[in-house]
């Protein structure tokens, strides 16, 4: 096998939205905010870790993002209080189009339609 880990995943949102997408990242979500390098600092957005992978908030012109099936899937040990945590910021939870038997999950989009998958890790 060639391929090792996941370095990083990077999800995009029109500068309209970027104020949106780094409350939702930061603050929602609880990731940690890391330093960018100089060369990509003027270019907005944000770097964000969680445990070895990293979070690339990217801002471009014109993204289409709401209607993309690819996704991040985050795992949580308590996937019931994480929902609850996440509709209390009014985050509309989506069900899984095609469940899985034995995986508890739920999908929901950003500010920027980023899909992102919440499963449980008791499972996983």
């Known amino acids: 096998m060639w391929l090792d880990a996941i370095a990083h995943i990077q999800v995009t949102s029109s500068p309209e939205e970027e104020d949106a997408m780094l409350f ?7 990731l940690t905010e890391i330093d960018k390098p100089e060369a990509n600092k003027a270019n907005g957005g944000a770097w964000y870790v969680l445990g070895d992978i990293q979070v690339h908030l990217s801002i471009e012109k014109n ?5 993309s099936r690819r996704h991040i899937c985050y795992l949580v040990r308590d996937l019931e209080a994480f929902k609850q945590h996440l509709q209390e ?3 509309e939870i989506l069900g899984a189009r095609q ?3 034995g995986i ?15 499963a449980s890790s008791e499972v996983c």
């Open 99 to 101: 469940p899985l038997p």
């Open 63 to 67: 993204p289409i993002n709401a209607t």
């Open 89 to 91: 910021y009014g985050v």
């Open 24 to 30: 939702f990242y930061s603050k929602v979500l609880g």
């Open 104 to 118: 508890n999950r739920f999908f929901l989009r950003d500010p920027a339609g980023n899909r992102i998958e919440i």
